[in-house]
């Protein structure tokens, strides 16, 4: 049963420093088999925010844990505009993965990481087209089985970014974006940016979106928080379902929300009780 933890919009250079040394003790304490880092480790993309970010990757890694990662738009300098267009995530690639659309598999799954971040906008993400075909091409490797995870930044899809009504922007060239990732059978989409947690049937939001569950993570480390405390993910993976948990910043530690149960059910992810929630993420039912 791979558990991962879902981490995003770490923002180190606006972080809070206990929340640092909390997610890396609930880590450790979590032995997952994989951690996911969806964008935004730095606020600024400068070398010293780069460098906090870096230690605290190898740190994660000297424990133990596989870590894969993907740059959010914090991470492309914003006000050196020499090095925004020359040389936009030199630093990322130097400081935390030379990859920018790292692919890992385990047991059971396989997880792809592709870049959103660009130069030419402030905040918002797109994929290319030569990214759509890597999508294809790397899930159509993998054993048909298995569970395939896409991580990008960007959310795919228009979601809640404040307390109120009000809508993030969908990923630039949404709908092919979703045809790749449907043609590939991606089965779950990690995202971050919005600092809001969600998890939602693609088909729900979109309605050639295909079948995916769509998990977004709220920022784990940020002080820039929109609406909810800071938050990271856990998801664990048996088969068809899957199970998502927040932790949730409580002032002292993060402590585990009500976890939500998924079973894929044909082109569909159904909502499963509170009870097997429980049972499948190993937490007594209230």
């Known amino acids: 049963m791979p558990r991962i933890i879902h981490l995003s919009d770490l923002h180190f250079?606006?972080?809070?420093?206990?929340?640092?040394?909390?997610?890396?003790e609930q880590v450790a304490a979590e032995k997952p088999d994989l951690i996911v880092i969806s964008g935004d480790l730095t606020q600024r993309a400068t070398t010293e925010q780069f460098s906090e970010a870096c230690r605290f990757l190898e740190r994660l890694r000297e424990a133990g844990h596989d870590?894969?990662?993907?740059?959010?738009n914090h991470d492309v300098p914003l006000y050196d505009v020499l090095r925004r267009f020359l040389s936009p995530l030199a630093r990322y690639r130097r400081y935390i993965d030379d990859t920018l659309c790292p692919f890992i598999e385990l047991p059971g799954v396989a997880v792809l990481g592709i870049n959103t971040a660009r130069s030419l906008t402030f905040k918002d993400g797109r994929?290319?087209?030569e990214q759509m075909d890597f999508i294809r091409e790397s899930f159509a490797r993998t054993p048909p089985a298995i569970m395939r995870i896409l991580v990008?930044?960007?959310?795919?899809?228009?979601?809640?970014?404040?307390?109120?009504?009000?809508?993030?922007?969908?990923?630039?060239?949404?709908e092919l974006a979703l045809d790749a990732a449907a043609d590939a059978g991606v089965d779950m989409l990690l995202a971050g940016h919005n600092h809001r947690a969600s998890t939602h049937d693609s088909s729900d939001l979109v309605t050639r979106a295909g079948s995916a569950l769509v998990i977004q993570a709220g920022t784990a480390t940020s002080v820039r928080l929109r609406g909810e405390e800071q938050s990271f993910n856990?998801?664990?993976?048996?088969?068809?379902?899957?199970?998502?948990?927040?932790?949730?910043?409580?002032?002292?530690?993060?402590?585990?929300?009500?976890?939500a149960a998924y079973r894929r059910t044909g082109d569909h992810w159904k909502t499963m009780s509170a009870a097997k929630a429980a049972e499948l993420s190993d937490t007594p039912a209230e």
């Not at 979601?159 to 809508?167: D, K, N, S, W």
């Not at 998801?235 to 993060?254: K, R, S």
Request: hydrophobic share 40%; glycine share 14%; proline share 9%.
């Open 67 to 72: 870590v894969l990662a993907v740059p959010g």
């Open 234 to 259: 856990r998801i664990q993976i048996d088969g068809d379902d899957v199970t998502v948990t927040e932790l949730n910043w409580d002032g002292n530690a993060f402590v585990e929300g009500q976890p």
């Open 13 to 24: 250079g606006a972080h809070d420093p206990r929340l640092v040394d909390a997610v890396e």
């Open 127 to 129: 994929i290319g087209h």
């Open 152 to 174: 990008t930044h960007h959310p795919m899809f228009a979601l809640p970014v404040g307390e109120g009504p009000e809508l993030g922007k969908a990923i630039g060239r949404q």
